[in-house]
Structures are given as C-alpha cells and as structure tokens.
C-alpha cells in the first residue's frame, strides 16, 4: 500500500522551531518531487514548498521564504520541513505530496499523506 506519513506536529510559542517529516511507505520517494501544503481552519490550501527529486531544484511560498526549509534524505525515503521564526499564522495542518514535478499546485499530486497539526500560540 502507497503511504505518506507525516510527523513532528505540535504545540510552539511563537519564535520557536519545528521539524516536519514526511516518511514514504510503499514506494520509492526519490521517484518523486515533494511538496508540503498547509490548511488553516476556514481558510484555503496553500502549498507551502517543494523539492525535486535529486533536490536540485526548491521553490517555497513568499510567506514562509527566509523561515522554512524543505530537504530530502533519500536513503532513508523521507523528506523534512524545518520551520524557524514561527508565527501563530503559521498554525494549519500540514500535508506532504507526492508528484513528479515540483510545484505548489495540489491538483497535480498523485499521492497525499493524512497531515500534522502545527499550532504557534504562547
């Protein structure tokens, strides 16, 4: 069975850091570019930021430019989002996806993992 699973979710003040993992289960990750999205409560999806497969290319969100950082180990199929300099807009659940091209479009993924919620609050 195809899986994505997100990891390392929780509870920040703001200021703080998280690392977010995105684990494959199923199927080879370096076949794939990965990308992290977001969903705050009433608000829409946004992508967040992606990489390719070899990790030569990066694209990331003007929102989160400067504080997140998305990296891939492919030996051990997983791909990370270090958050820094959170901020309490910054709460969502967080998705990772999987497609053969990085881009921040969600309607192109082909697999999806269930999310982690990121709450920044004091």
């Known amino acids: 069975q195809l899986q994505l699973v997100e990891s390392g979710g929780g509870l920040v003040q703001p200021g703080g850091s998280l690392r977010l993992s995105c684990a494959a289960s199923g199927f080879t990750l370096d076949d794939y570019a990965i990308a992290w999205f977001r969903q705050a409560p009433g608000k829409e999806r946004e992508g967040v930021s992606c990489i390719s497969r070899t990790s030569s290319t990066t694209y990331s969100a003007n929102s989160v430019k400067g504080r997140f950082t998305i990296s891939r180990d492919n030996a051990k199929n997983t791909v990370y989002l270090q958050m820094n300099s959170l901020k309490p807009e910054d709460t969502a659940v967080y998705y990772c996806?999987?497609?053969?091209?990085?881009?921040?479009?969600?309607?192109?993924?082909?697999?999806w993992g269930k999310g982690t919620l990121v709450t920044v609050s004091s």
């Open positions: 996806a999987a497609s053969r091209v990085c881009r921040l479009n969600g309607d192109t993924m082909n697999y």
